[in-house]
């Protein structure tokens, strides 16, 4: 009963949230920016808003992607689903809109004038990103180039969101992956039954953004069309608050996911706005922590849950500092000092765990002092024991140098178990570092609650 009346409140908020969706959203700037194109041969995607982070990936001129913010001469790309970085505005500009080239062999010059020198031509039916007017002429990037076409030959493209729908999953299980073709890199998977907004079709594929957060290319045979709406009944709505995307989801009602996402980082849900969370990922540089049979490397894998979950605390609004920026070796003192130094409201260590015997399995939450780290270490139990991909083994005290020292509430999770091959094999998948992200950020936010 008392559940039932929950999802009544959920499903009521969800509404709201809609409902209270600023009217001016519809239709303002339709289709623009919300894309950024790359306009340089070969760009870094860096961690942060500057030169001294550590690039994450590289991006090639032409290509568009996710813009989720725009600060200090940097904008913010959703450059893989779900991963986030930064670009230097010199080299991406926002997208005003994506059109078609109308004429085969159009010129592209290097000014807009008919004096311009051609530096390329385009064919009938490319898809180009304009970024500029100017008079008749519009400034497009390509892959090659970034010049000026005579703007009666170039025509609004249709917009992806009048394509997005709902579908539902019908396999069992269906690999998301990051391109439409078998051959690409697999970055999720989808179980049957599961609903998903398909933003794109290309061939016999989706682009889908899943209700639990993942998004890539699906085999269009296994996603079954829905005609209804984000939000059909109670259940659905309840899946909606569970995570931000979730909500994202639910919020956007014919507004497009790509709509939602450029708006979400300042969205309505800031359950820790004020709150700073230091996020130290264990080991680093020289120091590598323990290492699994297939080669995995805990301080790369802790890095990876460090900088997923970073940008969860901050879809809630916190201020989250890492004690580790990049591959580097930073000492124990100093992880304890950030604490002290950021004035942390919630310290977590990440670790993966090793054992001599090969069948220990599972999650642990260490704390070390009854009563300033207690609190934190149990707002773990609930999302950890939900998590069905490994086992809570529960919470423990531990004599950590990073809780002992620590003047701040603080906690050290062991997510997985790196001499376990199985353990080892589950951490590593993208889906694994999902919902353990997302169990952290709940635990978090059951904390400051
Ligand atoms: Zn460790």
């Not at 940097?74 to 450059?79: H, L």
């Not at 580790?324 to 993966?352: E, K, M, N, T």
């Not at 005290?397 to 603080?410: A, H, I, K, T």
Request: hydrophobic share 40%; glycine share 10%; with cysteine.
């Amino acid at each position: 009963m008392r559940r039932g009346r929950w999802l009544a409140v959920l499903f009521c908020l969800c509404w709201l949230m809609i409902a209270a969706w600023p009217a001016g959203a519809k239709g303002e700037n339709e289709n623009t920016d919300e894309l950024a194109v790359v306009t340089a041969d070969r760009v870094n995607v860096r961690q942060g808003p500057g030169v001294p982070y550590r690039p994450l990936a590289n991006v090639h001129r032409g290509e568009t992607y996710r813009l989720l913010d725009v600060k200090d001469g940097w904008v913010k790309i959703e450059w893989k689903p779900n991963r986030t970085g930064w670009i230097a505005t010199p080299y991406a500009a926002p997208v005003q809109r994506m059109e078609i080239v109308q004429e085969d062999r159009l010129r592209l010059r290097q000014e807009p004038s008919l004096d311009g020198r051609i530096i390329g031509h385009l064919a009938q039916g490319d898809r180009v990103a304009v970024i500029q007017e100017e008079g008749e002429w519009k400034q497009i990037v390509t892959n090659e180039a970034v010049g000026w076409a005579a703007a009666s030959y170039l025509a609004a493209a249709e917009p992806l969101r009048n394509s997005q729908r709902t579908g539902v999953v019908t396999a069992d299980s269906l690999n998301v992956r990051i391109a439409p073709s078998l051959d690409a890199e697999r970055v999720g998977r989808l179980v049957r039954g599961e609903h998903v907004e398909i933003v794109e079709t290309k061939q016999d594929w989706y682009k889908i953004v899943a209700r639990s957060g993942s998004g890539g290319w699906v085999a269009a045979d296994y996603v079954e069309m829905k005609s209804g709406q984000a939000v059909e009944s109670e259940e659905d709505a309840v899946v909606a608050s569970v995570s931000p995307v979730g909500v994202s989801l639910a919020a956007i009602q014919g507004n497009g996911p790509r709509r939602y996402v450029s708006r979400w980082t300042r969205g309505p849900i800031q359950a820790l706005a004020g709150k700073t969370v230091v996020l130290d990922a264990g080991h680093g540089g020289k120091d590598g922590g323990a290492q699994s049979v297939n080669g995995v490397v805990e301080k790369a894998l802790t890095m990876e849950t460090a900088e997923r979950l970073k940008e969860k605390l901050e879809m809630y609004g916190a201020r989250v500092v890492l004690t580790r920026a990049g591959d580097d070796y930073v000492p124990l003192s100093a992880r304890v000092a950030a604490a002290r130094l950021y004035q942390a409201d919630a310290f977590i260590s990440l670790h993966y765990d090793s054992a001599a015997d090969r069948d220990a399995s599972g999650i642990t939450v260490y704390y070390y002092d009854r009563f300033a780290d207690y609190g934190l270490a149990q707002s773990f139990q609930g999302p950890f024991t939900q998590l069905s991909t490994l086992p809570f083994r529960g919470i423990a005290f531990g004599d950590y140098y990073v809780l002992r020292e620590n003047e701040r509430p603080s906690v050290l999770l062991e997510l997985g178990y790196l001499s376990n091959p199985s353990d080892a094999g589950t951490v590593a998948t993208d889906g694994y570092q999902e919902a353990v992200t997302t169990a952290i950020a709940s635990a978090v936010r059951r904390y400051f609650e």
